[in-house]
């Protein structure tokens, strides 16, 4: 149920401007302070001491304790215009649209000054908005970027062959590359109040390299699933599957599932806003490239995650994750935690600057024996990635962002073979399109 209230200045300043011949008009700027409702229940016929406590209400933002505040005042004053619109428009931001569209059209019938008529025609044209149930987007990107070691060499010339140490010094490549996205998402909005939602999307990557041609990737990704919200819980269920190809041949088929819970909170009074999710899921992957299948197996994972966004310009993550995959092979069966924090602060243009870094730790259960000698070796990773991003709008043309981001990848291992470090440097151009 969403409690965001539009006009709410418009709101309060209706209830003291109560019309003339009301007793409000000229009793209610002088209202008391902290009006209990047991200071009603002895005055009920009180229509100024009921527009203060209605006022009262609605600058706390409790929706729910003034709409039968306003009932009681339309009991007294049937006919007052202004009380209508605001009881109409308080089961509006209560979700309870269809109530709220038979109080509008009825008031609507009066007549009206032109302010309170606008605003009447402004809320039914948003309630006729939120029944376009459906709700698209298309989300097209183009990147480019230069990585300094795309064939992630190791950092040391000394490596492991069959358990043996050998000086075998291998030449860090830099390669140039340019990558596409395309991103199609569909929101289906059901249920009495419109709470729940039916979700789909479908995303295609594809990513070219200037002269190392094995490395040319592309994938296409889709979920399938529906969004619950019972009374600000949203719980999400959603079905995935996944296709990725190398070079143009076939790499790996997956489908899984997942389940995630969220709650936010709308600290009006300290200007924050705070978000935080769970989420768990499973996925079933099936390497078909020839030779990879020993990577095969069943993935598991978790994660909690909060956000704090305050004054609308400086939103802080963080989040905490495991996951575990059972493979066919020992050496590519493991378990993982990592932990992720980001900052971004955005202007009122649009302009925003992001920082994101993450650290993973995880335990394989096994090794190559081409690299240590021995299959049952536990081998240990610690990969660390940070970025830094700048986006822009691009004014001349409408919902078009021009990113510009610095990437740093590195691995440190207790095995020589598998420490490496990357740098990348992109700049990518995103238009997003409401069907």
């Not at 965001?4 to 000229?26: E, M």
């Not at 149930?133 to 062959?161: E, K, M, V, W, Y």
């Not at 889709?222 to 600000?232: A, E, I, K, V």
């Not at 660390?384 to 990437?407: H, Q, R």
Request: hydrophobic share 35%; aromatic share 12%.
């Amino acid at each position: 149920m969403r409690y965001v209230i539009f006009f709410i200045t418009s709101l309060a300043a209706i209830v003291v401007r109560a019309d003339a011949t009301s007793p409000a008009a000229t009793e209610s700027d002088n209202c008391p302070a902290d009006i209990s409702f047991s200071d009603i229940y002895r005055n009920p016929d009180d229509l100024a001491l009921n527009y203060c406590y209605l006022q009262q209400k609605i600058d706390e933002g409790d929706i729910k304790s003034a709409i039968p505040v306003v009932e009681r005042i339309l009991l007294l004053e049937p006919h007052q215009n202004r009380a209508r619109i605001i009881y109409a428009s308080l089961l509006y931001h209560s979700d309870m649209m269809v109530e709220a569209r038979q109080e509008f059209e009825e008031v609507r019938s009066r007549p009206l000054p032109q302010s309170d008529e606008w605003l009447v025609l402004d809320y039914l044209r948003r309630i006729d908005e939120m029944d376009q149930r459906a709700t698209q987007t298309l989300s097209l990107s183009i990147t480019g970027h230069h990585d300094d070691n795309i064939n992630n060499a190791p950092d040391d010339d000394t490596i492991l062959f069959y358990g043996y140490e050998f000086e075998f010094p291998q030449k860090k490549v830099e390669e140039y590359g340019t990558e596409f996205n395309i991103s199609y998402d569909l929101d289906y909005a059901w249920g009495e109040y419109r709470q729940h939602a039916a979700i789909a999307s479908l995303q295609y990557t594809r990513d070219n390299y200037a002269t190392q041609d094995t490395l040319d990737f592309s994938s296409w990704y889709g979920t399938l699933g529906n969004r619950f919200d019972f009374d600000g819980i949203k719980l999400t269920f959603a079905g995935n599957a996944q296709h990725q190809s190398l070079h143009g041949e076939g790499l790996l088929r997956s489908h899984g599932g997942s389940l995630s819970s969220s709650y936010a909170w709308n600290l009006k009074s300290l200007n924050l806003y705070v978000n935080t999710r769970l989420s768990t899921g499973v996925s079933t992957d099936n390497y078909i490239a020839p030779g990879s299948d020993a990577s095969s197996g069943k993935r598991y994972y978790s994660k909690v995650s909060g956000s704090l966004t305050f004054d609308k310009v400086h939103n802080l993550y963080l989040a905490l994750g495991y996951s575990t995959k059972e493979a066919r092979s020992e050496a590519s069966s493991y378990t993982n935690w990592s932990t992720s924090m980001s900052y971004r602060w955005t202007a009122a243009a649009g302009q925003s600057v992001a920082a994101y870094v993450s650290q993973s730790r995880t335990r394989y259960s096994g090794s190559s024996e081409f690299v240590t000698g021995d299959p049952s070796l536990v081998r240990h990773s610690k990969p660390l990635f940070a970025s830094l991003a700048l986006t822009l709008p691009v004014n001349l043309v409408e919902n078009m962002d021009l990113t510009i981001s610095g990437e740093r990848q590195l691995n440190r291992a207790d095995i020589s073979n598998y420490e490496y470090r990357n740098t990348r440097w992109s700049a990518s151009v995103t238009k997003l399109f409401s069907l």
